[in-house]
């Protein structure tokens, strides 16, 4: 677990972050949220010591980090930044070998080692081990940013904007890859995102910040359907229940009722409100799910609405409306 207590970051008279206590729990996801400069970076920053807190304490596992060395704290810890600075002059396998040669961890250990961390992120070993960063994409790129800070297999993963430079679609993707390696590996992860979506599909947990304070800490569903002030109300914006549904396949949603023929057909990896959309396109209040083509249940309003439970502005009708002709 990582304890933030009373932290509080100044320049000069400005008061960057301020009465900052949190506790962010361990093997979870939290998302640092918040508009442009209001203290996200600097929070995640001071976690590692890169930049130092004027006041208040971070313990990581209940250790005060002002005892430990910075550069032993960050052997602890990974960091993933948005333009990902790969070593251009080395090659794919040493990048993400950095800090296991730093730590003179045997040579084939990490060979293999590298290999598993490549396939783990979407990268076939083969192909990409002996590439040079400028050979890469930025997708391809933040991949193997991705791969080097879990190198050394630490227990806690900070991430400032990590998915921010990409094009929707590669974002997506390395998304997806992100909660897939997150389900297996359980790291205490710490993510600065300013997109309202990310946040809502990656955190298990939420610190909306403004102005340098914590607005509030919660998980996805209580910023939704219990803003503690008007600026989460507002930030979240009126479609918020929706975009819940943005993180959640329709494989979690559906059902294993048999299928009606006619029906439109959704894959089971499709986004919850990506299905929405189709039912009220279609006018139809169930879809028939397949996966690789093949059936396997249904999706129905109702687990829609269900998923959105409690919510206000959600889609509280208990049939989809007529199809716009
Ligand atoms: N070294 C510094 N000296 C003075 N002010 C700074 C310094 N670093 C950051 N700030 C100020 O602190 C505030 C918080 O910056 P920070 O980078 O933490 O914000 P952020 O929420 O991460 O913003 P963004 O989403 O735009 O990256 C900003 O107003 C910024 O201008």
Redo the contacts with the bound molecule.
């Keep these: 677990m990582i304890e933030l207590e009373q932290l509080e970051k100044r ?1 000069g008279p ?1 008061r ?1 972050v301020q009465d900052l206590t949190l506790q962010l729990p361990a093997g979870q996801v939290t998302a640092l949220l ?1 508009p ?7 929070t995640l920053r001071m976690i590692n010591r890169l930049i130092e807190p004027s006041s208040g304490v971070v313990r990581l596992n209940g250790q005060d980090t002002r005892t430990l060395a910075p550069e032993v704290l960050r052997r602890g810890i990974g960091y993933v930044i948005q333009q990902i600075g790969l070593f251009p002059h080395l090659d794919v396998a040493q990048n993400v070998a950095t800090v296991p040669d730093l730590l003179g961890r045997p040579r084939q250990a990490t060979a293999r080692r590298v290999d598993e961390l490549l396939a783990l992120v979407g990268l076939d070993p083969d192909t990409f081990r002996h590439k040079r960063p400028g050979q890469l994409s930025g997708g391809q790129a933040q991949r193997v940013g991705v791969a080097r800070a879990l190198a050394a297999d630490p227990p806690v993963l900070l991430m400032d904007e990590p998915f921010g430079a990409l094009d929707p679609l590669a974002r997506e993707q390395l998304q997806q890859a992100f909660s897939e390696i997150q389900r297996r590996l359980h790291k205490t992860v710490v993510m ?1 995102t ?1 997109d309202i979506d990310e946040a809502l599909k990656l955190g298990d947990r939420i610190a909306l910040m403004n102005g340098g304070r914590l607005e509030q800490f919660g998980t996805p569903a209580e910023l939704i359907h219990q803003p503690a002030s008007s600026f989460v109300r507002a930030f979240l914006g009126e479609d918020a229940s929706l975009r819940q549904l943005a993180g959640r396949p329709v494989a979690a949603l559906m059902d294993g009722g048999e299928q009606r023929p006619g029906l439109p057909a959704v894959d089971a990896g499709l986004d919850a409100r990506s299905a929405l959309s189709v039912m009220l396109r279609e006018g139809t209040d169930t879809l028939n799910v397949t996966q690789d083509g093949h059936p396997v249940g249904v999706l129905r309003w109702s687990a829609l609405t269900q998923a959105t439970a409690g919510q206000k502005g959600g889609p509280t009708r208990s049939s989809p409306p007529e199809p716009a002709e």
């Design positions: 320049y400005q960057v918040g442009s400069g209001c203290g996200k970076t600097t600065v300013h």
